[in-house]
Structure formats: structure tokens, C-alpha cells
């Protein structure tokens, strides 16, 4: 019914930059928040950074002054990533809380995308 569809991943070296984008597809009404997680290998997936509906933000201390999340769209949220260090490695999910045909409140994940920094 919704996808989740996210690209941007990479390779990237210290001090590098990557921008990922998510687009949500589906039969949505309105997506209420979209954001990125992230999970690294042995680790739990934590949050990155989330934008509502209303612009508000949150994020990660670890990201914070790095990273900004945006929309310029209602389906689409983007994620910068400036200043990247080799602990962002993680591959990174999108996820969005949609309000669909069927339910309110109904939650989402892409399939990720692998960012690593390394040298």
C-alpha cells in the first residue's frame, strides 16, 4: 500500500558530505512525520532526525550542527549530511507516520541504504 523508496548512500570520506532523499508512495492522505534512523552492525537502530508535518525538528545529539533533515514536499524528506565521521557508518532507514485510506497513525520503513565512511 506505501512505499518508502530512499537513495543517496555511499561511500564517502571524512569530512565528506551525502544527501539522502525518501519519497513516500501509496495511497497516503497525509504523512503526520517523516524521519531517519539508523543502525549499525551489533547495534539497535536509533533515531537520526525527524521533521513533522509543522516543520518542527529533532535530533540526535551526535548529529546535531552535522546533519539537517528537510521537506519540500509532503512526501519527500531529505536528510544533509555534512561534516561525516567514520561512526555515522550505519545504514540508514526512512520512516514515515502516515495517515492512509485504511488507518490513522500507520507507520512505515524504507529498506535502507548503506552509508560508509571511510578512507
Known amino acids: 500500500q506505501v512505499q518508502l523508496v530512499e537513495s543517496g548512500g555511499g561511500l564517502v570520506q571524512p569530512g565528506g558530505s551525502l544527501r539522502l532523499s525518501c519519497t513516500a508512495f501509496?495511497?497516503?492522505?497525509?504523512?503526520?512525520?517523516m524521519g531517519w534512523y539508523r543502525q549499525a552492525p551489533g547495534k539497535q537502530r536509533d533515531l537520526v532526525a525527524v521533521?513533522?508535518?509543522?516543520?518542527?525538528t529533532n535530533y540526535a545529539d551526535s548529529v546535531k550542527g552535522r546533519f539537517t533533515i528537510s521537506r519540500d514536499n509532503a512526501k519527500t524528506v531529505y536528510l544533509q549530511m555534512n561534516s561525516l565521521k567514520p561512526e555515522d557508518t550505519a545504514v540508514y532507514y526512512c520512516?514515515?507516520?502516515?495517515?492512509?485510506?485504511?488507518?490513522?497513525?500507520?507507520?512505515?520503513w524504507g529498506r535502507g541504504t548503506q552509508v560508509t565512511v571511510s578512507s
Open positions: 501509496g495511497s497516503i492522505y497525509s504523512i503526520n512525520a
Open positions: 521533521i513533522t508535518s509543522g516543520g518542527s
Open positions: 520512516n514515515a507516520d502516515v495517515d492512509a485510506v485504511i488507518a490513522r497513525g500507520l507507520n512505515y
